[in-house]
Nanobody
Framework: QVQLVESGGGLVRAGGSLGLSCTASGSTLSINRMGWYRQHPGKQRELVAS???????SYADSAKGRFTISRDNAKNTVYLQMNGLKPEDTAVYYCNGWTMKPPYDYWGQGTQVTVSS
């Protein structure tokens, strides 16, 4: 079992910044990849950014150039630094941890990010 605890989020003005963090506990050695997803009401949850244990990253097109994902393996923590926020970034953001054996997705409880125009 893996538990994910998120922190960060809140209210910001357009153009502002927020930093999110997610700390994993439990069977953390089983986690191959961690990432951040977001979800708007009535829409599908979408991947924002991900990072493998070795440090390889990927980003959604909407996040490239504005968001940065990083991790501290010693602390079992992944971060998402969000700069140049836009109103369309408003969503609930979820931390994700993926294991290979067996394949499984673990999720944090979500944190609200609201960007005013």
């Amino acid at each position: 079992q893996v538990q994910l605890v998120e922190s960060g989020g809140g209210l910001v003005r357009a153009g502002g910044s927020l930093g999110l963090s997610c700390t994993a506990s439990g069977s953390t050695l089983s986690i191959n990849r961690m990432g951040w997803y977001r979800q708007h009401p009535g829409k599908q949850r979408e991947l924002v950014a991900s990072i493998y244990r070795g440090g390889t990253t990927s980003y959604a097109d909407s996040a490239k150039g504005r968001f940065t994902i990083s991790r501290d393996n010693a602390k079992n923590t992944v971060y998402l630094q969000m700069n140049g926020l836009k109103p369309e970034d408003t969503a609930v953001y979820y931390c994700n941890g993926w294991t290979m054996k067996p394949p499984y997705d673990y999720w944090g409880q979500g944190t609200q990010v609201t960007v005013s125009s």
